[in-house]
């Protein structure tokens, strides 16, 4: 229904910046419009976890206790791009971070029925 694709992961030392972006497209014949998007991540050995989300006119945001004031969730003009800039980034940040689309207002964690294949982000310290 909806493809998302991931980039701009990498390898960056603690208290570096990445911007993740995620490049979203409807199948054939649709429209890419009206979705809520969201960054969630997942490291070795443990559970996925939502990182951060925003509303399809970009006005509604919300975050993770833990990367409040270090990340930004932000979407381009188009609303097919969504970006996650990160700052001051620490060791326990590693992990495959994934975007995830849903159509309509943004969901609880587990309402995302779109996912991308994710892109890794190693922080050394």
């Known amino acids: 229904q909806v493809q998302l694709v991931e980039s701009g992961g990498g390898l960056v030392q603690a208290g570096g910046s990445l911007r993740l972006s995620c490049a979203a497209s409807?199948?054939?014949?649709?429209?890419?419009?009206?979705?809520?998007m969201g960054w969630f991540r997942q490291a070795p050995g443990k559970d996925r976890e939502f990182v951060a989300s925003i509303n399809w006119s970009g006005r509604n945001t919300n975050y993770a206790d833990s990367v409040k004031g270090r990340f930004t969730i932000s979407r381009a003009d188009d609303k097919t791009t969504v970006y996650l800039q990160m700052n001051s980034l620490r060791p326990e940040d590693t992990a495959r971070y994934y975007c995830?689309?849903?159509?309509?207002?943004?969901?609880?964690?587990?309402?995302?029925?779109?996912w991308g294949q994710g892109t890794q982000v190693t922080v050394s310290s």
């Open positions: 995830a689309a849903t159509e309509g207002p943004i969901p609880d964690t587990a309402g995302y029925d779109n």
């Open positions: 409807a199948a054939s014949g649709r429209t890419f419009s009206g979705y809520a």
